[in-house]
């Protein structure tokens, strides 16, 4: 079992940055494939970013050259950092990560951050 903590949400005007954390209960965190989805109200969840193990990375049309992700493997914790935030990006963020060695895929969540831009 993994459990993932999230933090890093708020209230932030248009143009405005925000960076989300996301802490690993857990070893061998640095072989996780890691990912970020957000769900807005009445929307599917759907996926942000995500980083393999080995650092490659991929995003949402929608945030690419405005959201990064990355980890810091000694802390356990994979961070979002959001840049130029517009309303559109409104949801809540959800943190996410599963063990590719293993053969039947188990993805974990984090319990979500609620992320508000608005002027």
């Known amino acids: 079992q993994v459990e993932l903590v999230e933090s890093g949400g708020g209230l932030v005007q248009p143009g405005g940055s925000l960076r989300l954390s996301c802490a690993a209960l857990?070893?061998?965190?640095?072989?996780?494939?890691v990912g970020w989805y957000r769900q807005a109200p009445g929307n599917l969840r759907e996926v942000v970013a995500t980083?393999?193990?080995?650092?490659?990375?991929s995003y949402a049309d929608s945030v690419k050259g405005r959201f990064t992700i990355s980890r810091d493997h000694l802390k356990n914790t994979v961070f979002l950092q959001m840049n130029d935030l517009k309303p559109a990006d409104t949801a809540v963020y959800y943190c996410?990560?599963?063990?590719?060695?293993?053969?039947?895929?188990?993805?974990?969540w984090g319990q979500g951050t609620q992320v508000t831009v608005s002027s």
């Open positions: 996410t990560a599963y063990d590719p060695r293993i053969p039947v895929r188990d993805d974990y």
């Open positions: 980083e393999t193990p080995a650092g490659g990375t």
């Open positions: 857990t070893s061998g965190f640095r072989y996780y494939v």
